[in-house]
């Protein structure tokens, strides 16, 4: 097909409409409602012929619905996996999980002295309220 018979027939319909068309426009709100839906970018970027991925992500537009979706999506997991984590324990061993956790995280020298202190907090709130609790974790 040729591209000005495309353009001819997408401006005479535009017309018809009053709705401005462009084969452009087309491409855009292709590439924006398939990674909506959730399709994979890589997926589009071949559906659209670009060679470079850069290319393809000014083509696609997330709406900000598809956004909220995939941070709450995320923190579910996150909680779900912390509350596995935390199942059963006491407060101060529930705590004292998250600080191993975190520990397993590369940390500035800034961040590993904060986890230190509260380490040391945690400790001696258990030696002041008598717990006997096991916090070895800590």
Do not use: P, W
Not at 29 to 53: E, M, P, R, S, W
């Amino acid at each position: 097909m040729q591209k000005d018979l495309v353009r001819c027939r997408l401006s005479g319909t535009g017309k018809r409409t009053g709705v401005k068309i462009t084969a452009h426009m087309l491409r855009y709100t292709f590439a924006t409602q398939l990674v909506n839906a959730g399709c994979d970018v890589t997926t589009i970027q071949q559906l659209l012929g670009h060679k470079c991925l850069t290319t393809t992500m000014i083509y696609t537009h997330v709406h900000d619905k598809t956004v909220i979706e995939d941070y709450f999506q995320a923190m579910a997991q996150i909680e779900g996996d912390q509350e596995a984590i935390l199942e059963g324990k006491t407060a101060i061993d529930k705590a004292c999980s998250l600080l191993d956790e975190m520990v397993q995280q590369e940390l500035s020298h800034e961040q590993q002295q904060i986890l230190d202190e509260v380490r040391r907090f945690l400790s001696q709130e258990v030696m002041r309220t008598s717990e006997t609790d096991d916090i070895d974790g800590c």
